[in-house]
């Protein structure tokens, strides 16, 4: 009842504030759109305690359980997505949860909460909010929101295995599973990938990523006092980038004062370990990187000179007024572009962490074009 009377009070709060919304969204699916804010808001809560429960697996020295706190945080990440894209399909904006002080136990605690308190918590919600969003039939929230509770079940019963091997043999990792495999499209979890498809989203097998690769450069990146949140997000977006993109060399040698300097303190991944390609791709481009976002945050929108306002009025002539919606002109301009000009965009994506180009993002990206004489017109 309770979780009833919070849905209804959050769609009093999204009607009150339909003007900062879909007006069309909020007329046709109030219920919906709340309840999509809601678990947008546990979602990323839960996102964010998972990776500090990593972290204390980490300084405990469970590494097979710091993966599967990993794996966690990474599947909740996807759901946080999914949330998102369907808020913005909607042209609801949504509503970032207020950042709050993360409290962690101990490793062994934290799993007893899990599957006892916090699990079994999710899991009776999830038939009431479906209940309650299928009148207004919106299917793919109906779809996501199902999935989502498949993968919160799944995640419990992983829990309770890794708990049940804790407190058989506390200290002996060989019990625990030593990788997890998160599929991309709906944040399933498993310990071996199936044969097939997705048990829950019926994706392919291809979906699914190792939790760990991925995990010990956000833990690096996390735990770096030099860097302001902005900037951690801005290095994470780019490793995101590197890493799903494939590479041509299967091998790179980084010099031997790569782990030198205040560029490394800043921008690096902490004490020097085995890096796996991905990670080393990273650390060879800092120099580049660094630029990048220096040149980005010194631009002045207020204070350009003749040739950047010459260029702004070309592209609002072009483009309108407002923002350029990036991925819709990509959309029209496909086999058009080079892949120069095609990298030159991520990178302005990458870098200002939207995918609507402001005056800022345009003058960047024709400081990128001027260095690039490969993109292109």
Not at 62 to 88: D, P, Y
Request: glycine fraction near 6%.
């Amino acid at each position: 009842m309770r979780k009833l009377g919070m849905v209804a009070c959050l769609v009093s709060c999204v009607l009150m504030s339909s003007g900062a919304f879909g007006v069309e969204a909020v007329s046709k699916y109030p219920v919906t759109v709340a309840v999509l804010q809601l678990l947008y808001n546990d979602e990323t809560k839960a996102m964010r305690s998972y990776w500090a429960c990593a972290r204390q697996a980490h300084r405990e020295k469970h590494l097979n359980i710091e993966l599967f706190f990993a794996g966690l945080a990474i599947s909740k990440s996807i759901r946080v997505e999914a949330i998102e894209t369907m808020l913005t399909d909607m042209e609801v904006e949504p509503a970032e949860p207020a950042e709050t002080d993360i409290r962690v136990s101990k490793t062994k605690l934290n799993l007893k909460l899990l599957t006892n308190i916090q699990f079994p918590k999710l899991e009776k919600r999830y038939p009431i909010l479906i209940e309650r969003i299928k009148p207004e039939g919106h299917a793919v929230a109906i779809q996501n929101i199902s999935h989502a509770w498949k993968v919160d079940v799944q995640h419990c019963e992983l829990a309770e295995k890794i708990l049940s091997s804790l407190e058989s043999f506390f200290g002996i990792a060989a019990k625990i599973p030593d990788a997890f495999h998160v599929c991309q499209g709906c944040g399933s979890m498993v310990v071996d990938v199936p044969e097939l498809t997705c048990p829950i989203c019926e994706g392919p097998i291809s979906d699914y990523a190792q939790a760990d690769a991925k995990w010990r450069f956000y833990c690096a990146i996390e735990g770096c006092k030099l860097l302001s949140d902005q900037e951690k997000s801005f290095a994470v977006r780019m490793y995101d980038y590197i890493y799903a993109g494939e590479h041509e060399q299967e091998e790179i040698e980084l010099a031997g004062d790569a782990f030198e300097g205040a560029l490394y303190a800043k921008w690096g991944l902490g004490n020097p370990r085995e890096f796996c390609l991905e990670e080393k791709i990273y650390l060879a481009g800092l120099e580049d990187m660094s630029r990048m976002w220096t040149d980005y945050n010194s631009i002045d929108a207020d204070d350009l000179d003749e040739a950047d306002k010459a260029f702004l009025k070309e592209m609002h002539n072009k483009y309108g007024d407002g923002p350029i919606n990036l991925r819709r002109e990509r959309a029209g301009k496909k086999g058009e572009l080079s892949d120069e000009a095609l990298k030159l965009l991520d990178m302005v994506e990458i870098v200002s962490g939207r995918t609507e180009f402001e005056d800022q993002d345009l003058i960047f990206l024709r400081a990128l074009i001027a260095s690039s004489p490969k993109s292109g017109s």
